[in-house]
């Protein structure tokens, strides 16, 4: 049975995308994205994914102008590749992912920065879906074009202006979803030509320790309780950071768990922050 936490802009259980999923006005959307070498996302959703699924590409579906990996994308081009895979406006959607890193949060904000409430993450993903022996296909399909608008919210991302500003005075909470060895600066980045650190005045809370051990996210209570052992004031606004911007958006989907209300993105995270010599870095414990 869906269980009382569901949240058609959040998160919604297997059980309630189950009961769901001949709903003609519902979209699932696989947004798997695999930093690691040798997976290819793409290939793993003609494989097997959610029936009717559509996929969802954090590379292709980014700012084309930008040298940093998988920026936001205009709302130009937001409007036009979800209009290819049949997102229309009126829809309820759902995503979901197969990856460690928890892709689909990604993705989930996007569509947030463009306005669109009827969102949410499948909680525990394909894999949970996968282990309770429901129904998958393979291919891929055809979608009709259908009609979207936006309405793009600003306030949900922060560049690095912005970013370097608020490390300056003091005025957020920067929230580093990275490993507490990347943070600290004693490992080094995935990306080459970064530097090792942190953003000076940032705090860490590791996206992983989020979750259950059965994949889904713990409860708001319980992710509450997570911020806080951080050190993290939540009656204060907040910035969400990471490598690349993905992981940052499962913070940004917690902060929205908890009914945190006054939250951002920086969209460049570490991959822009780490690559600029003139950016003031902090290395070892906070």
Known sequence: MPTDLDDPKTLVSTEWLAARLNDP????????????????????????????????????????????????????MFISRMRAIGIADGQQIVVYDNSPVRSAARAWWTFRLMGKQDVAVLDGGLGKWLAEGRPVESGEQVFRDRHLNVQPCPDLVRDVTKVAAASKLGTHEIIDARSAERFRGEAPEPRAGLRSGRIPGSKNLPFGRLFEKDGTMKAPAVLRAEFEAAGIDLARPAITTCGSGVTAAVLFLALERIGHQDHSLYDGSWAEWGSFPDLKIATGDA
Do not use: C, K, N, T
């Not at 097997?48 to 930008?66: G, N, Y």
């Open 25 to 76: 006005e519902l979209r699932v959307i696989d947004a798997s994205w695999f930093l690691e070498p040798g997976r290819d996302a793409q290939a793993e959703y003609r494989a097997a994914h959610i029936p009717r699924a559509r996929f969802f590409d954090l590379d292709e579906v980014s700012d084309p102008r930008s040298d940093l990996p998988h920026m936001a994308p205009p709302p130009e």
